[in-house]
């Protein structure tokens, strides 16, 4: 299937690793040239040679914190002054945090906010005004279905991502008039970066065999009897991203294997 993205501007947020990678790499094997964020240049420098095997748009990383006003506005500046324009967002940057209520802290939950929530409304204010300018825009906000429905010991990411599927819905009534389109998939059991980092520590404590036996774990409670793979979220990612999707907006798709309670 054509998407119809080539010679896109795309950025990914969170895109050296994970989700965000196979976000990135699939807008560029689609013809998109695509600018990956993430904090560690060496994690960027990795995923930018990776990409670039098999891109057939243009591939480049810049080193920001999304959670830092000044930081997104420098690198913002930096894609637009180079490009023109920025025709898809994907604010990915985020990790999982998950707590009791009763061992939350206030520096737990600013900082989980300030990563996901914050981070996704620094990125969208500095690429909304090249989208309305254009008439052309797409926002891809990555979340998790426990913002629709928490669990026992989800917190403070039930909180953040709730507020990022309230945002999503929000942003879709007001832009859709400049045909910017705006939705969320809410993740589920990914096999990524930092769930494989969870699998060598359940290992290295004896609470489980193997890495995979950590995963064998995660899906018992996933109807397909199995994790998700990053490139398949990145599939999801990329056609929302196009002109395929151009009926989609202010939706939050899980994407889970069947695994949350709520549709």
Known sequence: MNLGITGRIAVVTGGSEGIGKAAATILAEEGANVVILARTQSKLDAAVAEISQTAVGSIQAIACDVSDAGSVELAFDAILSEHGKIDIL???AGQGNANTFDSLTQEIVDA??????????????AALP????????????????????AGYSTLPTAMS???????????????????????????GSIRSAQNMKRAEEAVASGAVATTEDYYTERCKDVPVLRV????????????????????????????????????
């Open 161 to 187: 991502r709730a507020a990022g599927i309230a945002m999503t819905k929000s942003m879709s009534k007001e832009y859709g008039v400049d045909n910017i389109l705006v939705n969320t998939v809410c993740i």
């Open 90 to 92: 994907v604010n990915n």
């Open 130 to 149: 090249s989208m309305q300018a254009n008439k052309w825009g797409r926002i891809i906000n990555i979340t998790t279905a426990a913002g629709k429905a």
């Open 112 to 125: 989980d906010y300030a990563l996901k929530v914050h981070g996704a409304m620094f990125c969208s204010k």
């Open 228 to 263: 998700g793979e990053a490139r398949e979220a990145g599939d999801l990612i990329a056609y929302l991203a196009s002109d395929r999707a151009s009926y989609i907006s202010g939706t939050a798709i899980n994407m889970d294997g069947g695994a949350a309670p709520v549709v």
